[in-house]
């Protein structure tokens, strides 16, 4: 059975920081992508960045380009998200998702995306 399970989420101020994983159980990361996407209240959910396992190249929002960053550790099958100099306008539901990708990865097609994960809450207090 493949699942998702996004974790790391929680309360932090303003300029600090958080870690996500996304522990990827039911298939190997070879060949998909990983995307980060997030949802906050009462807003449409968007892309935030994606990793590829198979050349490792990486996509960032502009939103989070410079604060965010992503990484992999295929051998663990997990993704992290590395939240930093967060702000309160970061505060959201945070969802990873795979995608079957051995080209590399966009955050900016979720429909392209298969198998979600249950969500983390960031909140970022100012």
């Known amino acids: 059975e493949v699942q998702l399970q996004a974790s790391g989420g929680g309360l932090v101020q303003a300029g600090g920081s958080l870690r996500l994983s996304c522990a990827v159980s039911?298939?190997?990361?070879?060949?998909?992508?990983i995307g980060w996407f997030r949802q906050a209240p009462g807003k449409e959910r968007e892309g935030v960045s994606c990793?590829?396992?198979?050349?490792?190249?990486?996509d960032y929002a502009d939103s989070v380009k410079g604060r965010f960053t992503i990484s992999s550790d295929n051998a663990k099958n997990t993704v992290y998200l590395q939240l930093n100099s967060l702000k309160p306008e970061d505060t959201a539901v945070y969802y990873c998702a795979a995608e079957y990708n051995p080209y590399g990865c966009t955050y900016r097609a979720q429909y392209e995306y298969d198998y979600w994960g249950q969500g983390t809450q960031v909140t970022v207090s100012s």
């Open positions: 990793i590829s396992s198979s050349d490792g190249s990486t």
């Open positions: 039911g298939f190997t990361l070879d060949y998909y992508a």
